[in-house]
């Protein structure tokens, strides 16, 4: 299958700063890149849809001046959390599809998210 | 939206023997059904999926079923053997690489 790095795979912030998680494709070019995120013992829950060159779809209850997301190039989409809190702890972790619909995503290795 | 149900939320199973997982699902505009196996602290890996023009996959000691006019489908896997312990989640989507909706996972545990 489709290689997807994610990149930190762990990363320790401290309250109030900002942290960015980039997502990429290795070996093929992704037009779209979903967000899920994972509380601890709990299922993944998408955050956002980006497709390149154009703005993110957030899903409800996600706030997107807060979690930013840009999708600039085939091969990269990074998520910003700004002024990151403990509740925003969490596993953050990215899928990336090649082309049109029907065509399986891969997902990234996810990143372990720790504000302390 | 999409919503998925996810049942048991824990199966302890003896090594051996089969365990089954069963999800249901509320939009009938979904037409795709992957199943996901989670160790702690990494990806999802996908390890079957079915599409709704399909009714039963199988893949070596794993298989698939959807009903489609009742909105469910399940996993069996038989013969389990330690390995086969993590979390397993289903999910729905309207296609293959499309926007996943996830279950809420079962934890398998395989008692040697």
């Known amino acids: 299958g489709a290689v997807v790095s994610q990149h930190p795979s762990r990363v320790i912030c401290k309250s109030g700063t900002s942290v960015k998680i980039e997502c990429r494709s290795l070996d093929f070019q992704a037009t779209t890149m979903f967000w899920y995120r994972q509380f601890p013992k709990q299922s993944l829950m998408l955050m956002a849809t980006s497709n390149e060159g154009s703005k993110a779809t957030y899903e409800q209850g996600v706030e997107k001046d807060k979690f930013l997301i840009n999708h600039a190039s085939l091969t990269l989409s990074t998520l910003t959390v700004t002024s990151a809190h403990p509740e925003d702890s969490s596993f953050y972790i990215c899928?990336?599809?090649?082309?049109?619909?029907?065509?399986?995503?891969?997902f990234g290795q996810g990143t372990r998210l720790t504000v302390v | 939206g999409e919503n998925v149900e996810q049942h048991p939320s824990t199966l302890s199973v003896q090594e051996g023997d089969s365990a089954v997982i069963k999800c249901t699902y509320s939009?009938?505009?979904?037409?795709?059904f992957p199943w996901y196996k989670q160790e702690l602290g990494k990806r999802p890996q996908l390890i079957i999926d079915i599409r709704s023009n399909v009714g039963e996959k199988k893949d070596q000691r794993i298989a698939v079923t959807l009903n489609k006019t009742a909105k469910h489908f399940s996993l069996h896997i038989t013969e389990t053997q330690p390995e086969d312990s993590a979390v397993y989640f289903c999910a729905a989507s309207m296609a293959a690489g499309n926007k996943l909706t996830f279950g809420g996972g079962t934890r398998v545990l395989v008692k040697p």
């Open positions: 939009d009938s505009a979904s037409n795709y």
């Open positions: 899928s990336a599809r090649a082309g049109r619909m029907n065509t399986e995503a891969f």
